[in-house]
């Protein structure tokens, strides 16, 4: 009898102590789960990006943590990220915070198929005119500017210092522009692996690829057979396409 006394107590002490513990867990945000609910829809389910940027520890390189913190409880102006401060509590946004700059159970991976399946091409080689749309004093005097902080490139004359356009650009340039050797093309490669193809004659986007899933800079080749080359983290890639097919 003292026995199952003993045992009785045993068991509704670890019962009580079993409480805090339980509900302590209970208490700490899945933000795996919080990340599917709201925010895999734009950036994406394995948070390789989508119409918002891929949030993973490589891509975030320049993201300090507050302001990662910052950025999800009040969103960013005038941009599709919005503001969480009403949906999410303060644990919750400091969970996620965290989470996004913790590598993924699984290394994300983006194989050759992925980057063939990428591929658009709104305007194939050849079909676009071959004569400015434009009129410049000198065709050779251009110049670009990167807009870094809201993701524009506005194109100059050199002359005159006129806009002549501005476009949006993909998230996060990196490396400066690159251009075909006859000046017509640029090629801009952007933090999380795409390379845009635009068309200065035409104002226009003609191709772009994702490369990677993490891009640090482009090249372009000036071989007749122009090609785009892209080293990507986490794994290495080269892809080479000729620019004049692409
Ligand atoms: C409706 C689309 C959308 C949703 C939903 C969304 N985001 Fe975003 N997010 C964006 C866009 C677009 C940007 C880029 C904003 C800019 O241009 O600076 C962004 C930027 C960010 C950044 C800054 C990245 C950087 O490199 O500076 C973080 C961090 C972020 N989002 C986290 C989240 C989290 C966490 C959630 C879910 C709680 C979420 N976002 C939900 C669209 C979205």
């Known amino acids: ?40 829809i734009c950036h994406g389910v394995s948070r390789l990006g989508g119409i918002g940027p891929a949030l993973l520890p490589d891509n975030l390189l320049r993201l300090k943590a507050d302001e990662a913190i910052s950025v999800i409880r009040d969103g960013r102006p005038a941009t599709q990220m919005p503001a969480y401060r009403e949906l999410l509590s303060e644990e919750e946004v400091a969970a996620l915070a965290e989470w996004i700059f913790t590598p993924p159970e699984h290394e994300p991976r983006w194989e050759e198929a992925d980057i063939l399946a990428s591929h658009e091409l709104s305007h194939p080689y050849g079909s676009l005119p071959d004569a400015p749309v434009f009129e410049v004093e000198d065709l050779k005097n251009l110049f670009l500017v990167v807009e870094i902080g809201d993701h524009h490139v506005s194109l100059l004359d050199g002359d ?6 501005r476009f949006p650009s993909r998230y996060a340039l990196h490396g400066g522009p690159k251009y075909s050797p006859d000046g017509r093309y640029v090629y801009f490669g952007s933090r999380d692996g795409w390379v845009t193809k635009y068309d200065i004659y035409n104002l226009a986007v003609t191709a772009e690829v994702r490369a990677g899933i993490n891009m640090r800079n482009i090249a372009v080749s000036p071989m007749a057979a122009t090609c785009w080359r892209a080293t990507t983290c986490p794994t290495a890639w080269c892809c080479s396409m000729p620019a004049t097919s692409s």
């Not at 199952?4 to 933000?31: E, F, K, M, N, Y």
């Not at 005159?160 to 356009?165: G, L």
């Open 1 to 40: 009898m003292r026995h199952a006394v003993t045992i009785l107590r045993t068991l509704l002490l670890g019962g009580l102590l079993a409480v805090p513990a339980l509900s302590a867990l209970a208490d700490t945000p899945d933000a795996n789960v919080l990340y599917n609910h709201h925010c895999a």
């Open 160 to 165: 005159t210092f006129e806009r002549i356009t």
